[in-house]
């Protein structure tokens, strides 16, 4: 299996969750590229952004690790090759 460049977007409902969605990234930080996040503090909502590199399974496993909590939502797309 190959390698494979992509992007994770993580919606944040519930603030309280930040220390392990931080925690979850930082456990995976060898496939993260690059992070972005935005806070919206007006809206209920927080936005963080992930360029990754790697294993399709490996990006899959933290991208269901995050959606798996409660009050965060997680979405990952993948170049095909």
Do not use: W, Y
Not at 21 to 35: A, G, K, P, T, W
Not at 52 to 73: C, H
């Amino acid at each position: 299996m190959e390698k494979r460049i992509g992007t994770i977007t993580i919606l944040v409902l519930d603030r309280s969750r930040s220390a392990e969605i931080n925690q979850i990234i930082s456990e995976f930080s060898d496939i993260v590229l690059c992070r972005q996040g935005l806070p919206f503090h007006q809206r209920p909502v927080a936005v963080i952004s992930l360029i990754v590199e790697g294993l399709p399974d490996r990006i899959n496993a933290l991208t269901g690790r995050l959606g798996r909590l409660q009050g965060v939502e997680s979405k990952a797309v993948l170049t095909k090759q």
